[in-house]
T-cell receptor
Framework: GAGVSQSPSNKVTEKGKDVELRCDPI?????LYWYRQSLGQGLEFLIY????????KSGLPSDRFSAERTGGSVSTLTIQRTQQEDSAVYLC??????????????FGEGSRLTVL | QKEVEQNSGPLSVPEGAIASLNCTYS??????FFWYRQYSGKSPELIMS????GDKEDGRFTAQLNKASQYVSLLIRDSQPSDSATYLC???????????FGPGTRLSVLP
């Protein structure tokens, strides 16, 4: 499809395990964002990639969280040693904006993570 | 630290009425403003974007921006039960800054 694609759509894991969440942005979009949304809560910014610039990691809640973006396209968000408070929907979004332009954000369907 | 504030609601309006959703932001250098709709269990979808002071209309939706007052609003005319959702206000500066979202306002349109 032409939209932002995320996988897996649902992930159940045990406390202490590592998980990887994948995001495939809209083709040609230079900016990619990860947000987290806990049940009934707003969007919490995690990390932002813009082209080849260093990512803005200011929203990552702890050093157990990391993300990379390979070849300026697909991104993987990794959570190590998962905790129950990591349970949330992880949303990826992409934007066609370059560094100095204004662009709209388009979201994927999210990856729902449940840590038992 | 940029902040975006919205009344969490719920805001209840009767079918056919005008729903008015408000958003204020703290960062004066913010340049772009967006309204997203999020149905329960779904991801946010873009409704409107506005970049200049004044009104922007798209169908039943009108976005209003007042940069001097750091205020952006969304009006929904002829509200329908299908408009019942959480509405998220988002703000973005230039030069690679990220999007900052408000907590959202839950709208309920009563048949």
């Amino acid at each position: 499809g032409a939209g932002v694609s995320q996988s897996p759509s649902n992930k159940v894991t045990e406390k202490g395990k590592d998980v990887e969440l994948r995001c495939d942005p809209i083709s040609g979009h230079t900016a990619l964002y990860w947000y987290r949304q806990s049940l009934g809560q707003g969007l919490e910014f995690l990390i932002y990639f813009q082209g080849n610039s260093a990512p803005d990691k200011s929203g990552l809640p702890s050093d157990r969280f990391s993300a990379e973006r390979t070849g300026g396209s697909v991104s993987t968000l990794t959570i190590q040693r998962t905790q129950q408070e990591d349970s949330a929907v992880y949303l990826c979004a992409s934007s066609p904006a370059s560094f100095r332009d204004i662009g709209e954000l388009f979201f994927g369907e999210g990856s729902r993570l449940t840590v038992l | 630290q940029k902040e975006v504030e919205q009344n969490s609601g719920p805001l209840s309006v009767p079918e056919g009425a005008i729903a008015s959703l408000n958003c204020t932001y703290s960062d004066r250098v913010s340049q772009s403003f967006f309204w997203y709709r999020q149905y329960s269990g779904k991801s946010p979808e873009l409704i409107m974007s506005i970049y200049s002071n004044g009104d922007k209309e798209d169908g039943r939706f009108t976005a209003q921006l007042n940069k001097a007052s750091q205020y952006v609003s969304l009006l929904i005319r002829d509200s329908q039960p299908s408009d019942s959702a959480t509405y998220l206000c988002a703000v973005k500066g230039n030069y690679g800054q990220n999007f900052v979202f408000g907590p959202g306002t839950r709208l309920s349109v009563l048949p």
